[in-house]
């Protein structure tokens, strides 16, 4: 493409950068007839134009003539976010050399949102470097982690959190895991909860993450983080992990048709394994837990051994039988109580029940020998 078709254009300095012809663009310069810093439509300049393509030798030679750089367009943008557009990380670190702002104020998108809304999470290290805020927060999208967690960007976010992003930073409704969980993003979830996200906090529905989190179905992964943050916090309200996990989730799923009797029968063998390796961890000893009349679960499994055969599928009952049925008369009975086959009558209810107190020690003895 020939100067005069350069010259003969509106705005001869935007084409030439918009289109990466750093020579031609020298030649214009050197004419002296065009302003280097002239905004048309949207106040956009030619070193926006040559940001946002990515062209690190038009950006060169514009800022070498004395382009702006912190100049602003319609909406407060500033080279530097385009170039976070572009994630071409030369041109960021010539953009930050020669003095650019890496906190402008007053811009629709920070530069470190523009790189977050389009996943160039390589720009992020670099931002760091010269002291970008990690948690600012826009009006629009909340915390570069925000937008991480709602468009599922997980290396992004991975990134965010290894530099010091508040994981549970709040925005005008909600934190990053609560938008995952909206999305059923399991990874991000994941991902979040790994980073200490806090799964009591309230949206301005009064909704908290895992109520969002339940619809992901059975997942044990998810499940295990969670038990892990219960473990490690959870306020006194929410008794243990593995109860919010089966009176909250499992109701959910079965409302929902999600769950069948026999994938309700495995994760319950799945959470009763997870939950022994955080009490081993974390001294959360959910199997310590008493029922409203002072019972353990091994005063409800040691006779005939029926909890052990219910785990490995051998009790006669067959597994999962009576889980459904479980919770309407169970609202202080802990999960490992729930596990247990319910009675199938009255009678044998109360003959079970009676020799239940016959043999449980009183509180503070030793049991008999």
């Given at each position: 493409?020939?100067?005069?078709?350069?010259?003969?254009?509106?705005?001869?300095?935007?084409?030439?950068?918009?289109?990466?012809?750093?020579?031609?663009?020298?030649?214009?310069?050197?004419?002296?007839?065009?302003?280097?810093?002239?905004?048309?439509?949207?106040?956009?300049?030619?070193?926006?134009?040559?940001?946002?393509?990515?062209?690190?030798?038009?950006?060169?030679?514009?800022?070498?003539?004395?382009?702006?750089?912190?100049?602003?367009?319609?909406?407060?943008?500033?080279?530097?976010?385009?170039?976070?557009?572009?994630g071409n990380l030369e041109i960021i670190r010539m953009l930050l050399e020669q003095g650019a702002l890496v906190n402008p104020p007053h811009t629709l998108n920070s530069p470190l949102h523009e790189a977050a809304l389009r996943?160039?999470?390589?720009?992020?290290?670099?931002?760091?470097?010269?002291?970008?805020?990690?948690?600012?927060?826009?009006?629009?999208?909340?915390?570069?982690?925000?937008?991480?967690?709602?468009?599922?960007?997980?290396?992004?976010?991975?990134?965010?959190?290894?530099?010091?992003?508040?994981?549970?930073?709040?925005?005008?409704?909600?934190?990053?895991?609560?938008?995952?969980?909206?999305?059923?993003?399991?990874?991000?979830?994941?991902?979040?909860?790994?980073?200490?996200?806090?799964?009591?906090?309230?949206?301005?529905?009064?909704?908290?993450?895992?109520?969002?989190?339940?619809?992901?179905?059975?997942?044990?992964?998810?499940?295990?983080?969670?038990?892990?943050?219960?473990?490690?916090?959870?306020?006194?309200?929410?008794?243990?992990?593995?109860?919010k996990l089966t009176y909250e989730f499992i109701s959910l799923w079965q409302k929902d048709g999600l769950i069948t009797e026999q994938e309700l029968y495995q994760f319950y063998k799945d959470?009763?394994?997870?939950?022994?390796?955080?009490?081993?961890?974390?001294?959360?000893?959910?199997?310590?837990?008493?029922?409203?009349?002072?019972?353990?679960?091994?005063?409800?499994?040691?006779?005939?051994?029926?909890?052990?055969?219910?785990?490995?599928?051998?009790?006669?009952?067959?597994?999962?039988?009576?889980?459904?049925?479980?919770?309407?008369?169970?609202?202080?009975?802990?999960?490992?109580?729930?596990?247990?086959?319910?009675?199938?009558?009255?009678?044998?209810?109360?003959?079970?029940?009676?020799?239940?107190?016959?043999?449980?020690?009183?509180?503070?003895?030793?049991?008999?020998?």
């Amino acid at each position: 493409m020939s100067l005069a078709e350069y010259t003969e254009a509106k705005y001869p300095l935007h084409k030439a950068a918009r289109e990466g012809r750093a020579g031609i663009l020298k030649l214009l310069l050197s004419t002296g007839k065009y302003d280097i810093n002239f905004g048309c439509f949207d106040l956009i300049r030619p070193l926006h134009e040559a940001c946002l393509a990515g062209h690190t030798e038009c950006v060169r030679t514009l800022l070498e003539h004395g382009a702006e750089v912190n100049a602003r367009n319609i909406d407060g943008g500033t080279p530097l976010c385009d170039a976070c557009c572009n994630g071409n990380l030369e041109i960021i670190r010539m953009l930050l050399e020669q003095g650019a702002l890496v906190n402008p104020p007053h811009t629709l998108n920070s530069p470190l949102h523009e790189a977050a809304l389009r996943n160039k999470w390589g720009c992020v290290q670099v931002l760091v470097e010269y002291g970008v805020k990690i948690n600012a927060s826009d009006c629009h999208h909340g915390t570069p982690l925000h937008v991480a967690a709602v468009r599922g960007y997980l290396e992004f976010a991975a990134v965010l959190l290894s530099f010091g992003a508040n994981v549970n930073a709040p925005h005008i409704h909600s934190t990053p895991l609560h938008l995952a969980a909206r999305q059923l993003d399991v990874p991000m979830i994941i991902l979040l909860l790994e980073h200490g996200a806090n799964v009591f906090c309230q949206d301005n529905h009064g909704k908290t993450p895992e109520e969002c989190i339940a619809p992901v179905g059975l997942n044990v992964a998810i499940a295990k983080k969670l038990l892990h943050n219960w473990a490690c916090g959870a306020p006194e309200q929410a008794r243990t992990g593995l109860d919010k996990l089966t009176y909250e989730f499992i109701s959910l799923w079965q409302k929902d048709g999600l769950i069948t009797e026999q994938e309700l029968y495995q994760f319950y063998k799945d959470m009763v394994q997870l939950e022994a390796e955080e009490a081993r961890e974390n001294s959360h000893l959910a199997f310590s837990q008493m029922t409203d009349d002072g019972r353990y679960p091994l005063n409800l499994s040691g006779y005939d051994q029926i909890f052990a055969n219910f785990l490995i599928g051998r009790t006669p009952y067959g597994p999962g039988r009576h889980i459904f049925g479980c919770f309407e008369h169970s609202v202080d009975n802990g999960p490992f109580h729930l596990i247990m086959p319910a009675p199938e009558d009255e009678e044998e209810s109360e003959s079970t029940i009676k020799i239940h107190k016959e043999k449980r020690p009183k509180r503070g003895s030793l049991p008999a020998k």
